[in-house]
Every structure is written in C-alpha cells, then in structure tokens.
C-alpha cells in the first residue's frame, strides 16, 4: 500500500507541496507597517464554504483519562515558511536553517498526502507539545485537542469535518503503508497551507510517513523573501520551502515578476492592465451559465465547481489563465475598495473560525450589489447579494498576466 502516501517533497520545489506558490496579496489597512498577511491554502476547490456569521471554533471529543499531557502553550509563533523533503532532513541541515538570522523556532514535521476515508488528504504528523504554538490561534489554545492527538487521535481542519460530515468521536480510515482505524479527536485548523489533518509522530511513523522529513519555520522579523532564498541554498536536491506568509506595505500587492518567484513587492503598470470589456462579458457570461450546478468539493466544472474552480473554470471560458486556490486568486491584481467595485471583480472571505484571518472562499461580483458564487456542499452556484460584513477580507480586480504569474506560468 506504499502507493498510499504521496510524498509532499516531490512537488514542493515549485512551492507548491501544499497548494501554495507565494503570498495573499490583500495588502494590510492603511498605517501599518510591513505587516504579514497570514492565510490558508486549502486543498483545490478550497475546501470554503459561503460566508456566515456564526461559524464554531475548535471543537473537541473529550480526551480519554489516559490521554497524554501535552507541554503548555506560552506563546504563538507565527508560521512563516514551510520546508518539505522527499525523505528525512538531516541534522547538519536543520542546524544551518535554525542558525539563520532572523530564525525565531523552528518545529520538525512529518508530512505527506495520504487518504482518509478513501480521499486524499495533506496530513502532518508532529510533536503535539511542540508544534501547537504554530498552529491558528484558537486550535492553539486548546489543550485538550492537543492531548487527544498525543493519545493518537486525529484532528482534522473544521471545514473538512463539515464538508466531509466526520463524526466527532467516531472514526474514520487512514490508509497508509498499513490501514489505521483512528479516532477523530477535535476540528480545529491547523493554519499551513493546504493542511487538513494532523496526526501524533507516533501515529505517523505507523502510517509509513517518512520521518522529520518537513519543517516549519518562524521568523517574524525577517524579510522572508530574502530568507527563502537562503533556506533554499541549504536544502538538499528535491527539498523545497514555501513561503506562508506575505510581507507587503500598505497599498502594494505582488507584482508578475516576485509572483513567479515567490516573492512580494509593488505592482507595475507592467503587471496591467486588468481585464478588458470584453473578457469580463466573456467571463461573467461563463460564470452566469453555470448558476444551478451543484457544488462539489475539488471540481472545477463543467458540471459541477467549488469556489475557487468557478473562478478559474469561467476565467478559461475567456481565454484567461488563473490559479486553482481561492487564496492565490487574491494574488491576482490590485486590492480595490467597495466604492470602486466594478463586474468582474472578486471577493474574498474568512469563513473559518479555527483561522479567523485566512482568506477560504471566493465570489465573483456581478454588479449592482451582487455576487455569484459556489456556497457549499448540498447547494448550488447561486446569485446572492453580495456579502461585506465581518468575514468580508477584500476584493481584488484581476491583472492577466500577473493572473498567469501567480498560476505558474509567466509568459502568460
């Protein structure tokens, strides 16, 4: 069953191990500093549901009475890089990375794609103790779903719970280098890109995820561009980092070039212009056509989409090239503000009470105060009333070619 564990290393040297190429390009408000944004990447399709005002936070089974302690959380470190390996990081590399400047803590992780009840799913193996100051805040606080993964349940991001109607208590199948049967202990997410489950490394190495083979990094007053660049040169062949985090001025976004590479800086009238008359009619004509198809978690059409894949699905019916992820579609052009908003822009929301600050769903605006989107499970694509409440994160007006640079393909 080794076909079962995809390793994460063999795709992370585009920097997309986890779904992820660079950074949100919602700029923070107006005053600020050069802030990091910190936003999720979840698997394609975006595993989003449609904004709402009372989404729960963590949730946890209770811990069994022998459940482990677990090391108490004194502070949050924020997660600002991620390295994945075909295979085990050796301690000489470890002890470079963690000498760099600007290197606050570091945490070891298992990682890989594995199936859980028969989908594939990104999954961490850590040290509960030590990884949860990493984590989101509020599945950071929460002492009692770290206790249940260090007594070998398994925790899985609150949206994948919902959407795939995980029984909290129950159990589910994890297929492995060995089928594991294991209880699900708490939804909670975890804030990595694109991860959806984490695991003790007791219970990973059982599951034949390869050992310490990732790592997540925090430096918070780094320029973190700056430092990819040097985790990189570390690395061994086939290893790769992606960056968690943006670093942006206020007013900027990131431009075609630093999209490509991962980096942040200004837009240029290089990136522009944003699209024509003509490709919005094309796209909102496409999107339009496909109000009534059913959502389903991963599809990107014709007969069936998330968010993010009506997006990209309806920008294709325009002859336009866009990334697959709601959270890398805010990278594709320059934040613009509600009394600006024209058709065809795109909105974007924090629907996640575990990850309250990352962008996890997408809408496309239609004009005249409405907006078409692809809500969630049981539903269909549906034209609402758009949404600028408290889950609101911004609304981008897409650039082509920075669209196309952020999808991975710089040409355009």
């Not at 594995?114 to 989101?136: C, D, E, H, T």
């Not at 109607?165 to 294991?182: D, I, M, S, Y």
């Not at 004509?285 to 997006?311: E, H, I, N, Q, T």
Request: net charge positive; proline share 8%.
């Amino acid at each position: 069953m080794r076909d079962r564990v995809r390793r994460l290393g063999s795709v992370v040297g585009t920097a997309a191990a986890l779904g992820t190429a660079a950074a949100l390009a919602v700029p923070a408000g107006a005053g600020a500093a050069t802030t990091a944004v910190r936003r999720s990447l979840p698997e394609p399709g975006g595993r989003a549901a449609a904004p709402h005002p009372h989404r729960s936070a963590v949730t946890v089974a209770p811990p069994s009475a022998d459940a482990p302690q677990v090391a108490a959380l004194h502070r949050l470190r924020p997660a600002d890089l991620l390295v994945v390996a075909p295979k085990t990081l050796s301690p000489a590399v470890l002890a470079r990375i963690r000498q760099l400047p600007g290197v606050t803590a570091t945490s070891r992780l298992d990682a890989a794609s594995i199936r859980v009840n028969g989908k594939f799913v990104q999954m961490l193996g850590v040290s509960p103790g030590q990884f949860r100051a990493f984590a989101a805040g509020p599945t950071a606080r929460s002492t009692a779903l770290w206790r249940s993964v260090a007594g070998g349940s398994i925790a899985v991001s609150s949206t994948m719970g919902r959407q795939d109607k995980l029984p909290l208590g129950g159990t589910v199948q994890v297929a492995g280098q060995r089928r594991e049967t294991l209880r699900v202990g708490g939804f909670g997410t975890v804030g990595i890109s694109g991860v959806d489950a984490v695991v003790s490394d007791t219970v990973a190495r059982s599951l034949g995820i390869p050992a310490g083979n990732a790592l997540v990094i925090s430096a918070p007053h780094a320029q973190l561009a700056e430092l990819m660049h040097k985790v990189k040169a570390i690395l061994p062949h086939g290893a790769g980092v992606a960056q968690l985090a943006a670093q942006v001025e206020p007013g900027q976004v990131v431009s075609a070039s630093a999209a490509a590479s991962g980096a942040a800086g200004a837009t240029t009238t290089a990136d522009g212009p944003p699209l024509t008359a003509a490709q919005v009619r094309a796209f909102l004509k496409a999107a339009m056509s496909r109000v009534g198809m059913p959502y389903v978690w991963g599809a990107a059409g014709p007969g069936s989409f998330d968010c993010s894949g009506l997006v990209q699905w309806s920008m294709r019916q325009a002859g336009l090239l866009m990334p697959r992820v709601a959270v890398d579609q805010a990278r594709t052009g320059p934040r613009v503000s509600l009394s600006q908003l024209q058709p065809g822009d795109l909105l974007f929301y924090h629907t996640d009470a575990t990850a309250p600050t990352y962008i996890s769903h997408v809408a496309i605006y239609l004009g005249n105060g409405m907006m078409e989107q692809a809500p969630e499970p049981g539903m269909d694509v549906e034209i609402v009333t758009a949404e600028f409440g408290s889950e609101f994160a911004g609304a981008v007006r897409v650039f082509p070619r920075l669209a196309a640079a952020v999808a991975g393909d710089p040409a355009g």
